[in-house]
């Protein structure tokens, strides 16, 4: 008797989060609203920090998904080398942080020891939430940059 109840309850749990919206994003539990991606260039060989690389400064980067035929969004990289990609989340648009990655195409004019094809691409790391009035904002940091033919 016990067992079936639990089985019961189970199936009702299943169901109810089936028919949740299907769009959109949870992380945690908490709706994301926007996310917003964190990261800094360097004008190395693999656009990472070595030894004393200078910032890798004016340089666009965008916010590309597997599957996705045009970019999320793109920001310019400012004298430090910082760039903070914030995009709001549309019910619509269907994002998984895992399929998503910061692109920056080569070659780059003003770094001659960054690599002439491809471009570098890191992987989304979740930072924190961050709760606003505006809703739930999604922190992500990015993994080192990685030359890629893509
Ligand atoms: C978001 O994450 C970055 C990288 O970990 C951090 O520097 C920044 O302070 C975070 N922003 C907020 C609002 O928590």
Excluded: W
Excluded at 126 to 144: E, M, S
């Amino acid at each position: 008797m016990k067992t079936s109840h639990s089985a019961f309850f189970i199936t009702i749990l299943l169901i109810s989060s089936f028919s949740l919206p299907t769009h959109g994003l949870i992380l945690n539990g908490l709706r994301i609203g926007s996310i917003k991606i964190n990261g800094v260039l360097y004008c190395s060989f693999d656009g990472n920090l070595h030894g004393n690389s200078p910032p890798l400064s004016g340089a666009v980067v965008e916010l590309v998904c597997a599957g996705a035929r045009t970019d999320l969004g793109q920001v310019v990289t400012n004298p430090a080398g910082v760039f903070v990609i914030l995009v709001k989340l549309l019910d619509t648009v269907l994002f998984d942080p895992s399929i998503c990655f910061a692109r920056l195409n080569l070659p780059i004019a003003t770094c001659a020891v960054i690599p002439p094809d491809g471009a570098l691409t890191a992987s989304l790391i979740l930072a924190n939430i961050v709760q606003t009035v505006l809703g739930n904002i999604a922190n992500f940091t990015v993994t080192p940059f990685v030359n890629s033919v893509l």
